[in-house]
């Protein structure tokens, strides 16, 4: 909008646009997910969570959209969606860590969590 105003549309094209917003969109979604996964609602936390479950992305050479499909519980890849969805704070490095730094959790409650 800004660059339609200064009349330099070319900077952005809509294409180029387009795929910015289709591209934060899925962020947005993907970092709702992760949240859930991690029993939260706060952004922060969201974020956390991604951040960690990035790193089993990166473990399982996952592409974005395999990893997006996997957070939905929607893959092809039955494993993909399981470790996924099983990745939960007290089973999951990836999301305990999130957890741990958020300083939300506190010792009990963790305690109950890993110790059934």
Not at 13 to 29: D, F, G, M, N, Y
Not at 45 to 65: K, N
Not at 88 to 93: E, G, I, V
């Amino acid at each position: 909008m800004l660059a339609r105003q200064w009349g330099m549309e070319y900077v952005f094209p809509s294409t180029v646009l387009k795929e910015e917003l289709q591209a934060i969109s899925r962020l947005r979604e993907d970092h709702w997910l992760a949240g859930l996964l991690a029993g939260t609602a706060d952004p922060r936390l969201a974020r956390r969570a991604y951040q960690g479950l990035t790193r089993l992305r990166y473990s399982q050479r996952w592409s974005l959209e395999q990893f997006s499909q996997a957070l939905q519980g929607c893959s092809e890849d039955d494993f993909a969606n399981t470790v996924v969805i099983d990745a939960r704070p007290h089973r999951s490095p990836f999301l305990l860590e999130a957890a741990l730094e958020s300083r939300r959790l506190t010792w009990p409650w963790l305690h109950a969590q890993t110790n059934g």
